[in-house]
């Protein structure tokens, strides 16, 4: 999260002072080094957009519902992985969902768009907070009528979201999200979780092992 907001910074300086030419320059050329342009990929280059991407985001609106996501749900799954196995997983899984948007795109139009965001990499998050934790209650924000704050599994509240992704994608609407990166980062999360865990387990069987064992002098 501190990396996402530092890497922010100069972008929102640049929208309470235009007129700074340094702040400008410095913000086209961070943008424009460092988002991932998929026909770049396709040719094999500037490759490290790939990962450099994933702590780059549009504006405050795209910075703050991805944080407030990676707030809710990243903590359970770091502390479950470990520092860092969980910046690893959380780079696979931002590399997984880049190239689902990537081979997603149809024309040659698509491809030259760039794209930027961690919501794929929070999106397989997600997807292990999905099969570690179905039964935790996410407490959500209804509006009917009234506003509630309702106790919903995670199973129904992630599942909801996985579902209207698909749904996005079938039928065409969402302007220039990249709702394929978010499938492909939510689905890679729910395999990689049983990697991942099994290592920790493996580790936490080892330690085990070592404490009960007689010491040898």
Same mark, same amino acid.
């Given at each position: ?9 100069? %972008? ?43 702590? %780059? ?7 703050? &519902?991805? @944080? *407030? ?18 910046? *690893?997983?959380? %780079?696979?899984? &931002?590399?997984?969902?880049?190239? +689902?948007?990537?081979?997603?795109? @149809?024309?040659?139009?698509? *491809? ?68 394929? +990166?978010?499938? &492909?980062?939510?689905? +890679? ?12 387990? +493996? ?15």
């Amino acid at each position: 999260m501190i990396v996402n907001i530092a890497v922010f910074i100069p %972008l929102l300086l640049f929208m309470f002072v235009p007129q700074d030419r340094t702040i400008s320059l410095f913000v086209d050329s961070l943008y424009g080094n460092f988002m991932m342009v998929p026909a770049d990929i396709v040719q094999g280059k500037n490759l490290h957009t790939l990962f450099t991407s994933v702590f %780059l985001h549009a504006d405050i609106f795209h910075l703050g &519902g991805n @944080m *407030l996501f990676l707030y809710i749900f990243g903590d359970n799954v770091e502390d479950a992985f470990g520092h860092l196995r969980y910046f *690893l997983f959380y %780079l696979i899984c &931002g590399l997984v969902a880049d190239f +689902a948007h990537v081979l997603s795109l @149809m024309t040659t139009y698509d *491809l030259l768009i760039p794209t930027l965001g961690a919501s794929g990499a929070i999106s397989g998050v997600l997807g292990a907070y999905l099969v570690m934790y179905p039964r935790a209650k996410i407490l959500t924000l209804l509006l009917f009528r009234l506003v509630y704050l309702v106790p919903i599994p995670a199973a129904i509240f992630l599942g909801f979201w996985f579902v209207l992704q698909l749904l996005y994608t079938s039928l065409g609407i969402g302007g220039n999200v990249a709702y394929w +990166a978010h499938i &492909g980062g939510f689905l +890679a999360g729910m395999v990689l979780v049983f990697i991942f865990r099994k290592v920790e387990h +493996a580790r936490s069987q080892g330690l085990r092992a070592s404490v009960n064992s007689p010491g040898v002098d």
